[in-house]
Structures are given as structure tokens and as C-alpha cells.
């Protein structure tokens, strides 16, 4: 193949396709509705007026507005995972400063994200999908927990406690909920400041790598 038609093809792949663009346009149409309006008040036909796609084509991307809000949904608890996860790997890193920066980091990737949050976390028990999604985040960030928490025990840098997984899962819980009552107040910068201030805290004592 000559180095041309190669350049063509290569400019070809790197160019969205028209479903992409069209995928992409309902995806940023939903997450801006969200930011006017109540995801159980949106429409599939708002939607598409918004991003410019004719109605019935939404529907060969997406079967209804739930598996819109999935999509978005999943892609911030993508970003809140990858935070944890490198986190988990780096076992030099001081529990107490790491900690804050990966509380840090969950916290403002929920800010950033705030109309999709909350149109998630008020679709639970409504949503098998959506209930899913956060069950499974919460499952693999409970489990890095406690592996963490045996980990600082076992080096000597955390007291001994309750079984690291039960501790885990209630720091979770209280971990979710906060940000779920942040991201209902409207937060501004100084809120999240200190809910991190806070929860940084919480997990230091609770997991005994701070003093009382």
C-alpha cells in the first residue's frame, strides 16, 4: 500500500464517524438537560432535539434515557476507580497524605460530574442498571479498602480494629452518602474543601493510621 493511500486511511480512522458524532451529541444533550431539569422530567425527544439528532435514530444508540444516563454514569465512576486503583498500587505512598489525595480526587471528579451523580444516585431502587453500576464501584472500592487497611496493619502503620472488610464497607457507605448530601446542596469550592478536610479525617481514625 503506497505511503498516501496509507495517510488516507489513517486520516480516515482518526475522523468520528457520523454514528459517533451522533452518539457523542446525545450523550452531551443529556448530560446539559440535566443541568435544567430533573433526569425523571427529561425526554427522549428533548434529548434529541437538543443534540440535533432526528428521534428516531436516537434509539439506535441507545433504548431509553436510562441507558443514556448508564453510560454517563459509568464513565465518572470510571474516573473514581482509576483514583483508587492507583492508589492501591503504589504501597510507599503515607497512608494519611495519599488518602486525602484520593479522597481528594473522588470528591471533585463527583463535583465535576455533579448533574449526573445526582440524577444516578436519586435513580437507585428504580434502576437495575444503575443500581449495578454503583453496586459494582462500590463492591471493588470496599474491596481495595480493607486490602489496603490489612496491608498498613500488618507494616505496623494502622491499630488493630474490626475485620478490615466491615470497616471498609461502613467507611464506603458514609464515604457515598456525603457526597451524595454535597452534591444536593450545590457545592461550591470551600464545601468540598471541607468534606475533604473531613472525610480524610474519618478515614485516618476509622482505619487507626491517625490519632483519635
Known sequence: MSGAA???R???EAT????DRREQAILEATRSLLGRAPFADLTMGQIAATAGVPRTSTYFYF???TQILLVLY????GQMTAELDRWFADPDKHAERWSRATIAAAVNVAVRNADVMR???DSRGTSPEIDAALNGYFDRAADRSAQIIERERAAGLA???????SLARALMHMTLQS???LLRTGPGAAEADELIETLTVIWGRGTGTAPA
Open 6 to 8: 496509507t495517510s488516507r
Open 10 to 12: 489513517a486520516q480516515r
Open 16 to 19: 468520528p464517524r457520523q454514528g
Open 63 to 65: 433504548a431509553d434515557k
Open 74 to 77: 459509568s464513565d465518572v465512576l
Open 119 to 121: 440524577a444516578a444516585l
Open 159 to 165: 491499630s488493630p480494629g474490626p475485620a478490615a472488610a
Open 179 to 181: 457526597i451524595h448530601e
